[in-house]
């Protein structure tokens, strides 16, 4: 290796280690920011589980130092998702000029439409989903018994959740990707269709408790959002193809 490779492979990584710690403060300063309404934060998470409880039940504390550690913990994610725009912006800073023109015009909005639709998916489950897996899981509650659901696991079982719910929402992203990138072709994403819902509604009913009504509220919007996707890559790609002839000029 020349000198002069050496000095541009050590100038990128003073840069990759400038950018990863413009996003280590980024999450620390918003962090912080949070942590003195760590517990109204959690009290609001908590909200689908406590509206569907039956009189008497409630969230507990089984561990001496939960009551202090699962907010703090639950106000740490809450800042990972806050300012993950602001990380992908600074890995898009990072990886931009290795970049085509072209390329960045195509991965821009697929950037800000990805970030879009996993908050999307994250609302969805909070507002939409989670209400009715619970009022589902207390109905299952054997007579005589009381939920009382731990904090702690309480919290680890919804982070899980609006993971899923902001993955599942990426469909259209990862149909698009594929098509674009000459993986799949349009008329085999359209020829595929059925074994796509069936998987779709084969991961709904992973992630969702044993009831039909939470698991259709998934895949359906699951299903509409690969609708979308081949819609999308199909008008992409005959733009693509009618600019064909200009790109040997750029």
């Known amino acids: 290796m020349t000198a002069g490779n050496e000095q541009s492979l050590?100038?990128?990584?003073l840069e990759l280690r400038?950018?990863?710690?413009?996003?280590?403060?980024?999450?620390?300063?918003v962090f912080l920011v949070l942590l003195?309404?760590?517990?109204?934060?959690?009290?609001?998470?908590?909200?689908?589980?406590?509206?569907?409880?039956?009189?008497?039940?409630?969230?507990?504390?089984?561990?001496?130092?939960?009551?202090?550690?699962?907010?703090?913990?639950l106000a740490f994610f809450a800042s990972l998702?806050?300012?993950?725009?602001?990380?992908?912006?600074?890995?898009?800073?990072?990886?931009?000029?290795?970049?085509?023109?072209?390329?960045?015009?195509?991965?821009?909005?697929?950037?800000?439409?990805?970030s879009l639709l996993?908050?999307?998916?994250?609302?969805?489950?909070?507002?939409?989903?989670?209400?009715?897996?619970f009022a589902y899981l207390n109905s299952t509650a054997p007579e005589g018994v009381a939920m009382m659901t731990d904090i702690g696991k309480y919290l680890d079982f919804v982070l899980v959740l609006l993971l899923a719910g902001g993955v599942s929402?990426?469909?259209?992203?990862?149909?698009?990707?594929?098509?674009?990138?000459?993986?799949?072709?349009?008329?085999q994403l359209v020829e595929w269709r059925g074994y796509v819902i069936v998987a779709i509604f084969i991961i709904a009913a992973i992630i969702t408790p044993p009831d039909g009504l939470s698991q259709i509220m998934l895949?359906?919007?699951?299903?509409?959002?690969?609708?979308?996707?081949?819609?999308?890559?199909?008008?992409?790609?005959?733009a693509k193809a009618r600019n064909a002839p200009a790109s040997p000029a750029e």
């Open 10 to 13: 050590m100038s990128h990584l």
């Open 18 to 29: 400038q950018r990863l710690l413009y996003a280590v403060v980024a999450v620390l300063a």
């Open 36 to 73: 003195p309404f760590a517990n109204p934060l959690y009290a609001w998470l908590a909200v689908p589980l406590k509206e569907t409880l039956p009189p008497g039940s409630q969230l507990v504390a089984i561990e001496v130092a939960s009551t202090f550690f699962v907010p703090m913990k």
């Open 81 to 114: 998702f806050i300012a993950a725009p602001y990380i992908l912006f600074q890995i898009w800073a990072f990886v931009a000029p290795a970049l085509y023109e072209r390329e960045k015009n195509l991965a821009r909005p697929l950037l800000f439409a990805a």
């Open 118 to 133: 996993f908050y999307l998916g994250c609302a969805f489950t909070y507002f939409a989903l989670l209400p009715v897996m």
């Open 169 to 187: 929402f990426e469909v259209p992203i990862a149909v698009l990707v594929a098509a674009l990138l000459g993986w799949v072709k349009v008329e």
């Open 219 to 238: 895949a359906l919007p699951m299903w509409a959002l690969y609708e979308v996707g081949i819609v999308a890559a199909r008008l992409l790609l005959k």
